[in-house]
């Protein structure tokens, strides 16, 4: 519904204007029970009626939307007949008439190349055909003409020329956000083939040497640490759900952490302490990974001694509160602003970044990531997780003990 209301935000004015002049047409007073007088009940008639258009509409223009979507359409116009197209066909009739689908799919031409709204005469010879005026308003979004919202009626009227406008360009306003959101999945995804690309090269190499300088002095060990390969792997490339549990992202990075061991030895210790109550929390797919990832990286970068990162998850109420914390080298708090303003983007840097902006994009910009360090201070990221956002789910499995 947010969706729906940022269209309307855009387009309600036009769209009271075509429900004061449906209203004119329709209201009678003994109908309007509490409601008021005749221009209040088409405003409330005219604004539920466009609601329950949006829904079908932010999904795109295609048969199927387009059905759903037409009848209360037309009831918003007050017309006979009303059709949705394409730039290639007719995708859906709604009323009386649909033999005109052929002219009318002949007179869009222009309309289609300028984007500019047209009114014309029909021919019929059908006697108790109702139809005899058609107008036309196209559809667009960015200056590309998508298809035309067609109104017939049974004569001219400049003020139906009026409202066909407005209501087409709020139908084009929910196609607009429907482009939004599919531009946005598709910048999700492409963020994180992005970190998919990021962990593979250095992180698969290190993991299959430590994996072989086991095979003859220890093939047992070397076996278990090829099945945690196997499953991290298998977690990260998975090719399915923009979301997770935060028991499954834990899950994978425990089988990240159990090679990076292997690796470092008694270099490095983790300390983990997870509330139960929180696993079940859904949160963007591989957004916690990329933080033990760079506490791993900057934990063990120019030491010689040893490094230690903590993990917590904590049930805050009506959030899960996840810290990670080093005690490696830290950085300059000034280089950390400007990795994730997305002006530098040294090695290591992407993930912080690509996550901050994931959860920003998610939940809002008050759910960024909070970062503390400092020069040789080591590092500590905050990430706050809403438990219940609307739109966020996970058809991850069922968290694991």
């Known amino acids: 519904m ?29 109908s309007l029970g509490g409601l008021g007088t005749p221009v209040e009940h088409a405003t409330f008639q005219t604004l539920h009626t466009a609601s329950l258009a949006a829904p079908p509409l932010r999904a795109g223009l295609t048969e199927e939307t387009a059905r759903r979507s037409a009848r209360r359409l037309r009831t918003l ?51 108790d055909c109702p139809l005899r005026w058609a107008v036309v308003a196209p559809l667009t979004v960015d200056e590309r003409v998508h298809g035309a919202l067609v109104a017939c009626a049974p004569r001219e009227s400049a003020v139906l020329v009026r409202a066909a406008g407005e209501v087409a360009r709020w139908v084009s306003v929910q196609l607009e956000l429907a482009d939004l959101d599919q531009s946005r999945t598709r910048l ?34 070397a076996r278990e640490l090829l099945l945690e ?63 033990v990832e760079n506490a791993v990286k900057h934990g063990l970068e120019g030491k010689t001694d040893k490094s230690h990162i903590s993990i917590t998850a904590q049930d805050a109420g009506a959030e899960a509160l996840v810290v990670i ?8 708090p000034e280089r950390l602003r400007r990795i994730l303003s997305g002006e530098v983007s040294p090695s290591g840097g992407i993930g912080l970044s690509n996550v901050d902006e994931r959860l ?30 609307p739109g966020v789910h996970s058809a991850a499995r069922r968290p694991r003990p």
């Not at 991290?232 to 990076?260: K, M, N, P, Q």
């Not at 914390?325 to 950085?331: I, P, Y």
């Not at 910009?365 to 809403?386: C, F, Q, S, Y």
Request: hydrophobic share 45%; aromatic share 8%; proline share 5%.
């Open 229 to 291: 390969f196997a499953d991290f792997t298998r977690y990260s490339f998975r090719r399915h759900g923009d979301f997770t549990t935060l028991a499954d992202e834990l899950h994978a990075i425990d089988h990240y952490l159990a090679l990076v061991r292997a690796r470092f030895g008694e270099r490095l210790s983790v300390t983990l302490q997870i509330a139960p109550e929180v696993l079940p929390v859904a949160l963007p797919f591989l957004c916690l990974q990329p933080l």
């Open 360 to 389: 920003r994009q998610v939940y809002g910009d008050d759910h960024g990531l909070v970062i503390e360090t400092a020069v040789g201070a080591g590092m500590k990221i905050t990430a706050r997780l809403p438990k219940y956002q």
């Open 77 to 127: 116009l007050g017309t006979d007949a009303l059709c949705l197209t394409d730039q290639e066909t007719v995708l859906v009739w709604d009323g009386a008439g649909a033999h005109h689908r052929t002219e009318i799919m002949e007179r869009l031409g222009g309309p289609l190349e300028t984007g500019r709204g047209e009114a014309f005469r029909l021919t019929c010879d059908e006697p």
């Open 325 to 332: 914390e080093d005690n490696g080298t830290g950085m300059d």
């Open 2 to 30: 947010s969706g729906f209301l940022a269209g309307l935000c855009v387009a309600v004015l036009p769209l009271l204007a075509a429900g004061f002049w449906l209203g004119r047409r329709t209201a009678r007073p003994e």
């Open 188 to 221: 999700i995804e492409a963020e994180i083939k992005a970190l998919r690309a990021q962990i593979s090269p250095h992180f698969i190499f290190n993991s299959l040497a430590v994996i072989a300088s086991f095979v003859r002095t220890d093939p047992e060990r």
